[in-house]
Structures are given as structure tokens and as C-alpha cells.
């Protein structure tokens, strides 16, 4: 099934091309369907205000092809390191990314009947004067604001009840919580900054990866192919449970993990819930939550020598 960034991609490029609105840095817009691209010569901060469509506005999904400085090393306390966006950056509500990001997304909360009217989307560049060994940065984003049906909760998207306008959002639009939502039964997820397993996930992440659940689904079916948390070395060594996350422990060391709620080593049958290490080995499991479909990704304020990420497939069943 064709992606839904690509299908928005060629929906937005040519069936609404003439609506698609494209404000340039610092520019206001209440478009529906937006596009953000780099100017030709960008500023050092580039802003871009968003208003609500209309009042049943719920959700933006931002859809990324973007380069940006790498994560840089902050010193901590003992010696310790952070990967911190601090050279260029994205920024939205507090959360920051950086390095290359290309087919990822993000959903930002955007509550119009709540009075929230505006979301401010800020890329920060650093100063590449002097010689600079920065990446030349590049951008071209596509958001989409999503409107929630009309009378019916977040948890009531898949009741046939009337939309609030002529669109048809309920498809696209997340669980509340949600930082990621896959709504197709099959596709690829990858952590931010993956870069082909070549860069590092920032520190302090601490996010939920939705999918979309129907009246007939019994598993989440999850296939790694690459998987570099809170490792220590590129030796291959998946790690579970206990290994991750240690209870009642006030100390954020060793707390990068990927949460999978009641998950199982389909080729071991062991029960898991919580993944960290580093394995380049196909790893399969198998999640048979009976609630929302979600994984939880963790980084803690200690960077370790192989936090590239992770990378997998999922099959909803």
C-alpha cells in the first residue's frame, strides 16, 4: 500500500496544487494544504505561523524532507554526553529536531474549538560563516491540517458520524498522545535522525508511535532490521526488560529503550516489553494489546556510542 506521505505528496503536487498554500519565512497562513519550502537564501531563524483552517481543526501533520546540522555533544554532569539539536534545529511546542529527516512526520496538537488558534513552526540555523563544516541546510515540508468529525470524540474516528466539513479527516487523525500514527495496515517506521542507520537519535525524546487499530485487528506484528538503543557497542546483543529499565532507579543511565506493551520474541516465545541495545539481525515480535496500538520510544541525557536508532516494518493484523 503506498504510503501516506507519498500519497499526500502527489495529492497536494498536483490534484490541489492551485489551494496549497506557501508562506515564506515568517509568513501567517490558515491553508488547509501548506507547503514549506527553503528560500533561496535563508534567514538565521525561519518561522512560519499556522491559524486554524476552521474550528474542527484537531491536528497538523507535518510531513519532513529535511537537512539540518547533526545532534551535537553537550558535556554533562561526570563527564557524561547529551546529543542536543542545538546548531540548526526544528522546533514546535517544545520539541526539536535536527540532522536529516526524510519520510518522517510528526502530529501536533491543535485544539481550534479550544482556543488554541495559532501553532508557530521555527528552523533555527547555525552561523556558517568563517569556513563553517555545517551541511548546507535544505527543507521542503508538507502540512496538512486535520479537522476531527463533528460530535464525536478522538476514540469515535471509526463511527460513520457526520464530518465537520466536506473532508473526510477521520482516516489520517491520530489518538490523542500520539507524537507518530501510521493509519495504513503496512509500512515502515524508522527514529528520527535514522539517516540510513548513519546518525544519532537526539537525547530527552520521550514519544508515542500509534497505529491504527480496527474492529477486527488481534496483533501488531513488528519485523526490526536495525536497532541501535542505548548500546555500548555495535556488538549484537538485543537486550530486554530489566536490562532496560530499571525500576524504582532514580538514575537515567541505561534508560534508552523502545516499549513494546505485552510483546513476545516470536522466534523464542520469550515475553518482553522493554528493547534496548544493538542488533542488526531481523528480530520479530508480536504485541497482542488489547488496547491502542502504540510503541513508546525513550532517550535518556546520556549518549551512548551507538544510538543511531531503530529501524522496522509493522503489519497490523
Not at 501567517?28 to 528560500?39: E, R, Y
Not at 499556522?50 to 474542527?56: P, R
Amino acid at each position: 500500500m503506498r504510503s501516506y506521505v507519498a500519497i499526500v505528496l502527489l495529492f497536494v503536487g498536483v490534484v490541489r496544487a492551485a489551494s496549497v498554500a506557501t508562506p515564506n519565512c515568517g509568513g501567517t497562513t490558515a491553508g488547509k494544504d501548506i507547503k514549506l519550502v527553503m528560500p533561496t537564501n535563508p534567514p538565521r531563524q525561519c518561522e512560519y505561523h499556522i491559524n486554524a483552517y476552521s474550528k474542527y481543526v484537531c491536528q497538523l501533520r507535518i510531513d519532513f524532507a529535511m537537512t539540518l546540522a547533526q545532534p551535537t555533544l553537550q558535556q554533562q554532569s561526570q563527564g557524561l554526553m547529551a546529543a542536543e539539536c542545538t546548531e540548526d534545529y526544528f522546533e514546535v511546542n517544545g520539541l526539536r529536531l535536527c540532522g536529516v529527516e526524510v519520510w518522517q512526520h510528526i502530529y501536533v496538537p491543535f485544539n481550534a474549538t479550544a482556543g488554541v488558534s495559532r501553532v508557530d513552526l521555527l528552523i533555527a540555523l547555525a552561523n556558517r560563516g568563517g569556513g563553517s563544516s555545517l551541511p548546507s541546510p535544505a527543507w521542503n515540508m508538507v502540512v496538512t491540517q486535520l479537522e476531527c468529525p463533528a460530535g464525536a470524540a478522538i476514540r469515535e474516528l471509526n463511527a460513520p458520524v457526520e464530518r465537520a466539513s466536506s473532508y473526510n479527516d477521520g482516516f489520517l487523525v491520530a489518538p490523542p498522545g500520539c507524537l507518530q500514527y501510521f493509519p495504513d495496515a503496512k509500512g515502515v517506521v524508522k527514529s528520527f535522525n535514522y539517516n540510513d542507520g548513519a546518525g544519532i537519535y537526539p537525547s530527552h525524546l520521550n514519544y508515542a508511535i500509534c497505529f491504527r487499530r480496527s474492529s477486527t485487528t488481534t496483533a501488531l506484528t513488528i519485523r526490526s532490521y536495525f536497532f541501535h538503543v542505548g548500546a555500548t557497542s555495535a556488538a549484537s546483543n538485543l537486550l530486554t526488560d530489566s536490562s532496560c529499565y530499571r525500576s524504582g532507579s532514580s538514575s537515567v543511565q541505561n534508560a534508552d529503550f523502545l516499549m513494546v506493551p505485552q510483546a513476545t520474541l516470536v522466534d523464542s516465545n520469550q515475553r518482553a516489553t522493554y528493547f534496548c541495545g544493538a542488533t542488526n539481525q531481523d528480530v520479530v515480535i508480536s504485541s497482542n494489546n488489547p488496547g491502542p496500538l502504540i510503541v513508546l520510544f525513550n532517550s535518556d541525557g546520556i549518549y551512548e556510542p551507538h544510538d543511531e536508532g531503530f529501524a522496522f516494518t509493522y503489519t497490523v493484523e
